[in-house]
């Protein structure tokens, strides 16, 4: 089955600095991949989403690029605010499973003031 | 728009007891509900997809007699934990699936269960 790997599980930054996060999928079908902030003991957040036919989507300090054919996807967060700490989430999804998700593992982001 | 509850949004049972979670879209129809399961410190664990009006999917190592699904209708999906034990104890999230989008999803705000 599809299967989702993140990377980093933990990543502290400086505020301002940048973060990067990554995610390979398996299937190659998968064509909707949705990032999620998820603040402890909250539901997650859907921050940004970038679907099979567009390579990169940008929303202010947040951006997605996805290359389909190494089927890897990152978020970049630009000028990182101590807010931003959370546990944000990749996901992968094909269109015929009704939208059916498949997470990363996560990644914990710390921005330190 | 796009709102979809959860009730409660804590519980506490005794092992052996059963517990039944609600999950409702408040302003939007549903055709497609999901239920996962997190852990501390884990990532979202998709449990299964319910359809309005049908039987539900469970993945796979998913016990369906342990957590039973029903989608009565297009605003609302239960799950009710039978027999719970203290390994049950996990946050609950639903998910519904929009009619106009059948990718994106709105999350619930969860059901922490705790089992002692």
């Known amino acids: 089955g599809e299967n989702v790997e993140q990377h980093p599980s933990t990543l502290s930054v400086q505020e301002g600095d940048s973060a990067v996060i990554k995610c390979t999928y398996s299937?190659?079908?998968?064509?909707?991949f949705p990032w999620y902030k998820q603040e402890l003991g909250k539901r997650p957040q859907l921050i940004i989403d970038i679907r099979s036919n567009v390579g990169e989507k940008k929303d202010q300090r947040i951006a997605v690029t996805l290359n389909k054919t190494a089927k890897h996807f990152s978020l970049h967060i630009t000028e990182t605010q101590p807010e931003d700490s959370a546990v944000y989430f990749c996901?992968?999804?094909?269109?015929?499973?009704?939208?059916?998700?498949?997470f990363g593992q996560g990644t914990e982001l710390s921005v330190k003031p | 728009g796009a709102v979809v509850s959860q009730h409660p949004s804590w519980v506490i049972c005794k092992s052996g007891t059963s517990v039944k979670i609600e999950c409702r879209s408040l302003d939007f129809q549903a055709t497609t509900m999901f239920w996962y399961r997190q852990f501390p410190k884990q990532s979202l664990m998709l449990m299964a997809t319910?359809?309005?009006?049908?039987?539900?999917?469970?993945e796979q190592g998913v016990e369906k007699d342990k957590f039973l699904i029903n989608h009565a209708s297009l605003t609302l999906s239960t799950l009710t934990v039978t027999s719970a034990h203290p390994e049950d104890s996990s946050f609950y999230i639903c998910?519904?699936?929009?009619?106009?989008?059948?990718?994106?999803?709105?999350f619930g705000p969860g059901t922490r269960l705790t089992v002692t």
């Open positions: 998910s519904a699936g929009g009619v106009t989008s059948f990718r994106e999803q709105y």
């Open positions: 996901a992968a999804s094909k269109g015929n499973q009704g939208g059916k998700l498949i």
């Open positions: 319910s359809n309005e009006g049908s039987k539900a999917t469970y």
């Open positions: 299937d190659s079908a998968s064509n909707y």
